[in-house]
């Protein structure tokens, strides 16, 4: 009976090891997907769509490093696992690499497609949608992005998880799963968000104005603690602001950069885990790069939208 006891209490501890980790990874991203994605089928499909191209992309880069493995190992089964630390992390950097590479044409295509889109609502006399409907289109497709990322770093380990708590040989003050838990959820807000900064970043009639700097509005039914931290999300958010418009008044090529920006902030942000002792600081690091992208992206969807609906009133 005693022995029954433990294998049930290891069980459990098991099973709530893993949902805990999941809960911590997958938990943002599945609360972004809901309240997003789910409520309109179009972006929904859109996303998934996104989710089986960025993992095909990944596929493919896996099959052509197994082969430089099989060659670099004298065409013999050879592992990362058996490379030195430098080489282990090409796989990522090329990831990264392709990624960014494949931004423009997935942006430009699926720009192309809202705007047949477009026309065929105006054939039938339909509604066109509207500019902040195309930013939840394209904030779609970085979800599907995110969501493959999760699933090929995060959930295809984390299943693992209930056999017990593992600890990295460079850091072992914080659980493995732990640390990519945070990395996951992480890497899902920025590439999601940077989606939608690559639609503002790559139009070419978008000029910064003053909703960039313009800080949150204050309420004056706010209590004591509510108002303070209204004021310093103001703050922050007016800072972001100055920094955008900022970047955003230089060379227009300059401005295309900006989502690369991010995905690299993230990328350097999790690569620290792999310095001794870097797990400790990577979610610090994290943190702010989530924070600083949220900010970014706000800024930009409601300058973007603002300055379109300027228009519209301007030509009615």
């Known amino acids: 009976r005693e022995s029954r006891v433990g294998v049930g209490s290891s069980v459990a501890m098991g099973f709530l090891t893993f949902a805990g980790y999941t809960l911590v990874g997958a938990g943002p991203p ?45 065409y013999k089964q050879t592992s990362t696992d058996d490379l030195p630390a430098h080489l282990s992390i090409w796989p990522m950097i090329a990831i990264f690499m392709a990624e960014e590479w494949l931004r423009l044409p997935v942006h430009y295509h699926s720009r192309k497609a809202l705007a047949a889109l477009d026309r065929r609502a105006q054939q039938l006399n339909h509604p066109k949608l509207t500019q902040l409907e195309k930013l939840r289109v394209f904030l779609g497709i970085g979800v599907g992005q995110g969501i493959a990322h999760m699933c ?26 732990l640390v990519a838990a945070v990395s996951a959820s992480a890497g899902f807000v920025v590439l999601s968000v940077a989606m939608v900064v ?58 295309r950069w900006l989502p690369l920006v991010m995905h690299l902030a993230f990328a350097l942000s999790s690569v620290v885990n792999l310095a001794p ?32 609906r300027a228009s519209y009133d301007h030509l009615r």
């Open 30 to 74: 599945a609360a972004v997907f809901v309240e997003f994605i789910v409520s309109s089928p179009f972006v929904l499909l859109v996303s998934l769509a996104s989710a089986f191209f960025w993992v095909t992309v990944w596929l493919a880069i896996g099959v052509g490093w197994q082969a430089v493995l099989w060659f670099m190992g004298g």
């Open 152 to 177: 090929l770093l995060f959930l295809n380990t984390v299943v693992a998880s209930h056999q017990g708590t593992y600890y990295s040989q460079t850091c072992p003050q914080m659980p493995y799963f």
């Open 198 to 255: 690559t639609t503002v970043a790559f139009d070419d009639s978008f000029e910064p104005g003053h909703v960039l700097t313009q800080p949150l509005a204050a309420s004056e039914n706010d209590a004591g603690g509510v108002k303070s931290a209204r004021a310093f999300f103001g703050w922050l958010s007016s800072l972001v602001g100055r920094l955008v418009a900022h970047y955003f008044s230089g060379p227009r090529s300059r401005r």
């Open 277 to 308: 002792g870097g797990c400790v600081v990577s979610p610090v690091f994290l943190l702010l790069v989530v924070a600083t992208s949220l900010a970014i992206a706000l800024k930009c969807a409601v300058a973007w939208s603002e300055q379109s």
